[in-house]
T-cell receptor, first 116, second 113 residues
C-alpha cells in the first residue's frame, strides 16, 4: 500500500537558520499522488501548509517551500530562515486515487523546535 | 467561522471502561473522520463517514465503534477501553476525500490506565 516516510522525529534549529525536513513516499497509483504538508501548532488541530498535485512543481506558503520530485519520490520541506513561531509538528501526507478512495496517508510527523 | 470541535480535550479512564469522544463540525462537509496519532506513527484512520447514518471502516478499526448521528456530529466509542488505546485522537471533516480542504479538531488526549 501507499506510505509516507519522515526520517526525523525531532529537529532543533536556531532562529534565522535554514531548515529542511525530509519526506519520501511510496504510491501504488500509476498516476501521480497529490502531496501535502500539514502543520500542527501547540494546542491546535492540523492545518494545511501547502499542497502540490503536479510532479515537478513547487508549493510555497509562509516562507516554506516543497518541490514534488517524482524521480526521487520526495517532497522535502524547506525554509531559508526559521522563526521561533515556526515551532510545531510538521506532517507530510499524500492522497492517491489508486484505490478509488483518495485516502489521505500521513507520515509520522517531525517536531520542529526553533531556539531563540 | 467554520470549525471542528472535539470534546473532551483530555480524558482518563480505566481498563474496561466505556468512553465516548465527540466531534462536531460547522463546515457543512459531507465527510468526517476519526484518526489516532501515536509517537512514531502518522495519523491512522479509524473510521470515517460520508453522511448521517453512514459508517466506513478505516485502517485501524479494532476496538472502536463510531456513529454519525447528523451531518454535524460524529462520535467515537470505546466500549471496553484498553491501555493500547491510549493515544491522541483527531477528528476531521472534508467536502471531498483526499482533497486539501480537511479541517481538523484540536484533538482529544485519552489515557487508559
Amino acid at each position: 500500500g501507499d506510505s509516507v516516510t519522515q526520517t526525523e522525529g525531532q529537529v532543533t534549529v536556531s532562529e534565522s537558520k535554514s531548515l529542511i525536513i525530509n519526506c519520501t513516499y511510496s504510491a501504488t497509483s500509476i498516476g501521480y499522488p497529490n502531496l501535502f504538508w500539514y502543520v500542527r501548532y501547540p494546542g491546535e488541530g492540523l492545518q494545511l501548509l501547502l499542497k502540490v498535485i503536479t510532479a515537478g512543481q513547487k508549493g510555497s506558503s509562509r516562507g516554506f517551500e516543497a518541490t514534488y520530485n517524482k524521480e526521487a519520490t520526495s517532497f522535502h520541506l524547506q525554509k531559508a530562515s526559521v522563526q521561533e513561531s515556526d515551532s510545531a509538528v510538521y506532517y507530510c501526507a499524500l492522497s492517491d486515487a489508486s484505490s478509488g478512495s483518495w485516502q489521505l496517508i500521513f507520515g509520522s510527523g517531525t517536531q520542529l523546535t526553533v531556539m531563540p | 467561522e467554520a470549525a471542528v470541535t472535539q470534546s473532551p480535550r483530555n480524558k482518563v479512564t480505566v481498563t474496561g471502561g466505556n468512553v465516548t469522544l465527540s466531534c462536531r463540525q460547522t463546515n457543512s462537509h459531507n465527510y468526517m473522520y476519526w484518526y489516532r496519532q501515536d509517537t512514531g506513527h502518522g495519523l491512522r484512520l479509524i473510521h470515517y463517514s460520508y453522511g448521517a447514518g453512514n459508517l466506513q471502516i478505516g485502517d485501524v478499526p479494532d476496538g472502536y465503534k463510531a456513529t454519525r448521528t447528523t451531518q454535524e456530529d460524529f462520535f467515537l466509542l470505546l466500549e471496553l477501553a484498553s491501555p493500547s488505546q491510549t493515544s491522541l485522537y483527531f477528528c476531521a471533516s472534508s467536502d471531498l476525500r483526499g482533497g486539501s480542504d480537511y479541517t481538523f479538531g484540536s484533538g482529544t488526549r485519552l489515557l487508559v490506565i
